[in-house]
């Protein structure tokens, strides 16, 4: 069945951004669903993409946004739960739920963003919800022995590009610091460009050999945290001492800065780092790509980090 409407969850956040523009090129019809439009309305330039205004936990709101589409790609995931959103509401019980519409309307494609060592045991909740939420979809399309819907996990490690909130928060940290009080510094990371992800995603669309499959996502090098962030520091040209923390102090630091009206880190994610987020595998050879470097992309995205830069992309893109 040829693919037109594609409908994305979670498509105005950064990674979602990049999808949208890459499907939106491509010539599919993108509809974006939002809680508030304000928030994509960066994508109004894009010429195939309708931005909709949606409260995705709304089951008749979601199952009418839905309605006509050939593909789903869900990318809701939050980093930090508050009583209003937990990881278990956001990761596990949502996409079932989504799954299940996506099974009554006929839809029949959903592609689904997991994480890079996610898993039952996993030291975090974080990854114990991503975990979970995987469980549930593979266990219900197991049993709806009829479905006709063509699942697709994606799992990557640290996702870094134009936009990020992990190698930017850390820049802003270099530039403000006189000093790095580091976390964990012998976690690892095989951080993997946005680009490289959302094209993951656009050839899974159209490659059915990638029905019924996970996939590892990562980048060509591993790193430490604290290499992450001296090569940070290398482009910025900025040179500060960074003091490793231990674990106890590690989780000190986290818990004092859950206490924050802005919240950078908690004591969740340093458990997730606990676990290296690198990949147990080689890149996926059915992607056609050879996943691009850090050290190839970061500098112009830091050096050149503004409002105005994202917003020249995406009319680049749009041809405006």
């Known amino acids: 069945m040829e693919l037109k409407e594609i409908c994305i969850l979670g498509g105005s956040g950064f990674v979602g951004s990049a999808i949208v523009a890459k499907l939106d090129a491509m010539g599919y019809s993108v509809k974006v669903l939002t809680r508030r439009s304000e928030t994509a309305k960066h994508l109004l330039l894009l010429p ?4 909709v205004e949606c409260n995705v936990f709304d089951h008749q709101s979601l199952y009418k946004a839905l309605s006509g589409a050939h593909a789903v ?3 809701i995931g939050i980093l930090h739960q508050n ?6 509401a956001m990761h596990h019980r949502f996409p079932l739920q989504l799954a299940k519409i996506c099974l009554e309307l006929g839809i029949p494609r959903l592609l689904h963003m997991s ?3 996610a898993g039952k045991l996993a030291p975090s909740v974080y990854l114990r919800s991503k975990c979970a939420g995987e469980a549930a979809l593979w266990e219900l399309l197991g049993t709806s022995k009829l479905s006709k819907l063509n699942l697709t996990v994606f799992k990557p490690s640290v996702i870094f590009g134009r936009g990020d909130s992990f190698i930017n928060l850390f820049a802003s ?3 403000i610091s006189p000093v790095i009080m580091l976390a964990k510094p012998q976690a ?3 951080p993997i460009w946005v680009e490289d992800v959302a094209t993951c995603f656009a ?5 059915s050999s990638t029905y019924g499959q996970t996939y590892e996502l990562a980048g060509p090098k591993v790193y430490t945290f604290r290499e992450l962030i001296l090569d940070i520091m290398r482009v910025l040209g900025k040179k500060r001492p960074i003091i490793g923390l231990n674990n106890w102090l590690s989780y000190l630091q986290a818990g004092l800065l859950e206490l924050m009206p802005v919240q950078i880190m908690s004591r969740d994610n340093v458990r997730s780092m ?8 080689s890149f996926p050879a059915v992607f056609g790509i050879e996943p691009t470097s850090l050290e190839a992309v970061m500098p112009e995205y830091l050096l050149n980090a503004n409002t105005r830069g994202a917003y020249d992309r995406y009319r680049s893109v749009a041809a405006r």
């Open 48 to 51: 195939n993409v309708e931005v």
């Open 73 to 75: 790609i869900n990318l």
């Open 83 to 88: 009583r209003h959103n937990t990881f278990d």
């Open 115 to 117: 994480s890079l060592r």
């Open 173 to 175: 940290l270099i530039k």
């Open 188 to 190: 690892k990371f095989q």
């Open 203 to 207: 050839v899974s669309l159209e490659t």
């Open 274 to 281: 606990e676990v290296d987020s690198i990949s147990s595998s």
